[in-house]
C-alpha cells in the first residue's frame, strides 16, 4: 500500500477555545486532543459555550502555558492566571447539541472575563470524569471523545484553506473565518 507523506508547517493550541492560540513546536497528544487544547471555554449565563463567531473580541486574549497554569492577557486588564485544578462550581454546559458538567476555575475568574466580555460569564474546565464523545457519525470506536473542540480531538487544516485572506479587522480581534470554523 503507498504512503503518503505529510509536512506539518506550523502547530497550534488554544488552551481557552476562541482566545489566541499558541504555536508549538511539539504536543503531547491524548485520545481526546493535544494536552491543554481547547481545555478551557467561556459559557455565558445560561451554560452556552461563547465563540469568535459570535464574540470576534475574544480573539484578542492572549495565552500563555507557564508551571503555574494558563496565563490570560487582554486588553485593559491584568493578567490573570487559570490554574490546572478547578476549584469553583460544577454546572452544566452546552457546547453544539452537547451538553456536560464543567468546573467553573473560580468566582474570580469568571468575574475577570465577564468585565472583559461585559456580560455575566464563565470559564470552566470540564469536570473530572466527564466524557464528551465524539459525533457518533464520525467516530472510530465507541470510546472516541474530545474537550470543547467543535467535534475532532485533533482538528487540523490544509496549506489551501489557511492561505485565504483574514476578514478586516472586527472589535479589534483579526478573525479568520476558515480557521474559526476549526478553532472555536
Known amino acids: 500500500m503507498e504512503q503518503s507523506a505529510y509536512n506539518v508547517h506550523s502547530l497550534y ?5 476562541s482566545a489566541k492560540g499558541i504555536q508549538v513546536t511539539q504536543a503531547e497528544a491524548f485520545p481526546e486532543g493535544f494536552k491543554h487544547d481547547r481545555e478551557w471555554m ?3 449565563s445560561k451554560g452556552k459555550f461563547m465563540s469568535q463567531r459570535l464574540h470576534p473580541k475574544m480573539g484578542s486574549i492572549k495565552t500563555a502555558i507557564t508551571p503555574e497554569g494558563v496565563t490570560l492577557s487582554a486588553p485593559d486588564l491584568p493578567e490573570i492566571i487559570i490554574p490546572f485544578e478547578a476549584e469553583g462550581e460544577v454546572k452544566e454546559g452546552i457546547i453544539w447539541d452537547d451538553k ?3 468546573q467553573e476555575v473560580s468566582r474570580g475568574h469568571s468575574d475577570w472575563i465577564s468585565t472583559f466580555m461585559g456580560e455575566k460569564c464563565s470559564i470552566v474546565r470540564m469536570k473530572k470524569g466527564e466524557i464528551r464523545l465524539v459525533d457518533p457519525r464520525y ?3 465507541d470510546q472516541d471523545n474530545t474537550l470543547f473542540v467543535d467535534g475532532f480531538p485533533l482538528p487540523l487544516c490544509c496549506d489551501s484553506l489557511s492561505e485565504r485572506p483574514l ?6 480581534a483579526r478573525y479568520d473565518p476558515i ?3 476549526y478553532r472555536d
Open 100 to 102: 456536560c458538567q464543567v
Open 179 to 181: 480557521q474559526a470554523q
Open 13 to 17: 493550541i488554544y488552551p481557552l477555545k
Open 167 to 172: 476578514d478586516a479587522n472586527r472589535d479589534g
Open 139 to 141: 467516530k472510530v470506536t
Open 42 to 44: 467561556v459559557i455565558d
